[in-house]
């Protein structure tokens, strides 16, 4: 039995091979790696976690908070991260436009060149404008980052309009900014091919190089992709500085979209190191509890937010603890565990408002109502019932825990 020993190189000194050759070394950090024809540079040890997409919901699997079909984004800025879409991911807005947002399950109909299961879909409407898809990462999620280099890659498609180009970019909340706070997310979106001003302590990171393969020209601070009409992969790497204190992640079209443009966006993903790494989805679960640490809500999965849903949509319920129309009924509700303290927020299942709803004895809505003793993973509601109500009477609303970054 023969021994292979291998003399640790720099692999900057390793020469790029000749076209169907791949030349093997051990680097100086002492992990075997090859080297392609194209010049990329590939780890053979199993180094475990590397492969894995840092960035939640890549796939856009989960979205709790707007209906799958195409919908008015709800809540969407011109300056904020406020329109949230798929779980996890915002789209900011450069006109007084409100965009629409569509999730595209592609089980009955495969796309070619897609591995993923689902897809999002931004279409204009009402004005030319540009936008920003980002998502905001928290320090806890890209401390094992710092001062190394990643990988961004996203498949996009033009269903509606001119072939367009697009950016992909890497920013960074400096050692300026306050860890885990994202600040204004821009103060202008800039005319068509003019770059985005980004808020106070974010800036942009100059990528390093495209792969060899990958689609894509660097140009300044970001990626620039020409997109297609099938789904293309374009990718580039970046060198996280090592006093980074968040990362976000950003999408953002370079000229204006007429008003009916329609762009397909797939397999974002985020991964530690140069290493081409092909889309591998999360099994749901995992996925779905990933979202669950920056969102949650009461109403099954498929329903959005929404008063009057009904008593019957699976609202928490508890028993009156007073009799008559007393303040201090209390109940304390579980979810799972989120990243920090979320806002709560009521909706009364059978009003249109923000009140408990009184669903025992006279049905009705209680007074008084609100959320108290917040903590990562509980609330309480206080409120007061209806005359007609006695000890045990039933009492529900919806609620959702919300700890994104939407500034």
């Given at each position: 039995m023969a021994e292979l020993d291998l003399t640790n190189i720099v692999n900057t000194s390793v020469a790029t091979p000749a076209a169907g050759v791949t030349a093997v070394f051990v680097d100086t950090d002492k992990k075997a790696k090859i080297k392609d024809d194209g010049g990329n540079i590939t780890v053979l040890n199993d180094d475990g976690l590397h492969a894995l997409n840092v960035l939640t919901n890549g796939g856009f699997s989960v979205q709790q908070r707007v209906a799958t079909a195409a919908t008015a984004i709800p809540s969407v800025s011109t300056t904020t991260r406020a329109g949230q879409v798929a779980d996890r991911w915002a789209v900011t807005v450069g006109n007084v436009t409100t965009p629409l947002w569509t999730q595209v399950d592609t089980a009955a109909a495969v796309e070619t060149g897609l591995l993923s299961k689902h897809y999002g879909k931004i279409t204009q409407n009402t004005n030319a404008a540009k936008f920003i898809l980002s998502q905001f990462l928290a320090n806890e999620d890209i401390a094992h980052l710092?001062?190394?280099?990643?990988?961004?890659?996203?498949?996009?498609?033009?269903?509606?309009?001119?072939?367009?180009?697009?950016?992909?970019?890497?920013?960074?909340?400096?050692?300026t900014g306050t860890v885990d706070v994202c600040p204004a997310f821009i103060s202008a979106i800039g005319a068509a091919s003019v770059e985005p001003t980004w808020g106070t302590n974010l800036a942009a990171i100059t990528p390093d190089a495209v792969p060899a393969g990958e689609n894509g020209?660097?140009?300044?601070?970001?990626?620039?992709?020409?997109?297609?009409?099938?789904?293309?992969?374009?990718?580039c790497v970046f060198t996280v500085p090592t006093d980074a204190?968040?990362?976000?992640?950003?999408?953002?079209?370079?000229?204006?979209?007429?008003?009916?443009d329609a762009v397909g966006i797939a397999e974002f993903q985020m991964t530690q190191g140069a290493d081409l790494v092909d889309w591998?989805?999360?099994?749901?679960?995992?996925?779905?509890?990933?979202?669950?640490?920056?969102?949650?809500?009461?109403?099954?999965?498929?329903?959005?937010p929404v008063t009057n849903a009904g008593v019957t949509t699976g609202?928490?319920?508890?028993?009156?603890g007073i009799a008559g129309a007393a303040?201090?009924?209390?109940?304390?509700?579980?979810?799972?565990?989120?990243?920090?303290?979320?806002?709560?927020?009521?909706?009364?299942?059978?009003a249109a408002n923000a009140q408990v709803r009184q669903?025992?004895?006279?049905?009705?809505?209680?007074?008084?109502?609100?959320?108290?003793?917040?903590?990562?993973?509980?609330?309480?509601?206080?409120?007061?019932?209806?005359?007609?109500?006695?000890?045990?009477?039933?009492?529900?609303?919806?609620?959702?825990?919300?700890?994104?970054?939407?500034?």
């Open positions: 710092r001062g190394q280099k990643v990988r961004v890659s996203v498949k996009i498609k033009q269903f509606v309009g001119s072939n367009a180009n697009y950016r992909l970019g890497l920013l960074q909340l400096t050692a020209t660097i140009s300044g601070v970001a990626l620039t992709i020409a997109s297609t009409t099938g789904w293309v992969r374009s990718s204190k968040n990362l976000c992640v950003v999408l953002y079209r370079d000229t204006l979209g007429a008003a009916s591998v989805a999360l099994p749901k679960g995992v996925e779905f509890n990933r979202c669950g640490r920056y969102f949650f809500k009461t109403f099954t999965y498929g329903t959005v609202c928490v319920k508890w028993g009156a303040a201090g009924t209390w109940s304390t509700h579980y979810f799972p565990e989120q990243w920090k303290i979320p806002t709560i927020t009521l909706f009364n299942p059978a669903i025992g004895a006279t049905a009705g809505d209680c007074s008084a109502s609100a959320a108290a003793e917040q903590t990562t993973h509980s609330t309480a509601f206080t409120t007061t019932p209806g005359a007609s109500a006695v000890i045990g009477t039933i009492l529900g609303v919806h609620f959702t825990a919300d700890s994104e970054f939407n500034t």
